[in-house]
T-cell receptor
Framework: GEEVAQTPKHLVRGEGQKAKLYCAPI?????VFWYQQVLKNEFKFLISFQNENVFDETGMPKERFSAKCLPNSPCSLEIQATKLEDSAVYFC??????????????FGPGTRLTVT | AQRVTQPEKLLSVFKGAPVELKCNYS??????LFWYVQYSRQRLQLLLRHISRESIKGFTADLNKGETSFHLKKPFAQEEDSAMYYC?????????????FGAGTRLAVHP
């Protein structure tokens, strides 16, 4: 598509439940990024992909967070056993290139996760 | 360490007044900086980037390496400029990149 799409728009989970968020990058974009924004504060980088390969996962909390980008499927970000502090807006972005070529990132509308 | 600082959480001005949203960065490499804007209930969108030296919607930003700043300016604010503004630094490492964002400044332009 012409825009990055994210589903669902809102997600409410009880503490300890699993949460799964989806992102469809712009058609033709090979790079996908996930960011977490807590309480309308700064965005925290989580992970990036080049097609289905993890590119950079230095921001991912290793224990409960996982992410995948499989061929012909939306990318996903999954949180096992959610905690209250996971409540945030999760943004996905995609770019055509990497490094210093076509690296502009286009953002999706975000998924608001509320853990109760 | 890479860091972007936006010292003001809220900037409130009247229509027609000049606007300056402050952004300072910390980065050991050659910096490339962006301003993103998020209007109410819309997605984050790129406003401008320093390397293109363009003016979008009347906004400009100049990279000052000596002061490590990238302040966003507009001579005459309009009500439709009311939004959240995020300054971001792109970090290149090992062939990949990621954005480091500031905490954002809410600009409120009053009639």
């Amino acid at each position: 598509g012409e825009e990055v799409a994210q589903t669902p728009k809102h997600l409410v989970r009880g503490e300890g439940q699993k949460a799964k968020l989806y992102c469809a990058p712009i058609k033709g974009h090979s790079y996908v990024f996930w960011y977490q924004q807590v309480l309308k504060n700064e965005f925290k980088f989580l992970i990036s992909f080049q097609n289905e390969n993890v590119f950079d996962e230095t921001g991912m909390p290793k224990e409960r967070f996982s992410a995948k980008c499989l061929p012909n499927s939306p990318c996903s970000l999954e949180i096992q056993a959610t905690k209250l502090e996971d409540s945030a807006v999760y943004f996905c972005a995609s770019s055509q290139g990497f490094g210093r070529v076509n690296y502009e990132q286009y953002f999706g509308p975000g998924t608001r996760l509320t853990v109760t | 360490a890479q860091r972007v600082t936006q010292p003001e959480k809220l900037l409130s001005v009247f229509k027609g007044a000049p606007v300056e949203l402050k952004c300072n960065y910390s980065y050991s490499g050659s910096p490339e900086l962006f301003w993103y804007v998020q209007y109410s209930r819309q997605r984050l969108q790129l406003l401008l980037r320093h390397i293109s030296r363009e003016s979008i919607k009347g906004f400009t930003a100049d990279l000052n390496k000596g002061e490590t700043s990238f302040h966003l300016k507009k001579p005459f604010a309009q009500e439709e400029d009311s939004a959240m503004y995020y300054c971001a630094l792109i970090v290149f490492s090992g062939g990949y990149n990621k954005l480091i964002f500031g905490a954002g400044t809410r600009l409120a332009v009053h009639p």
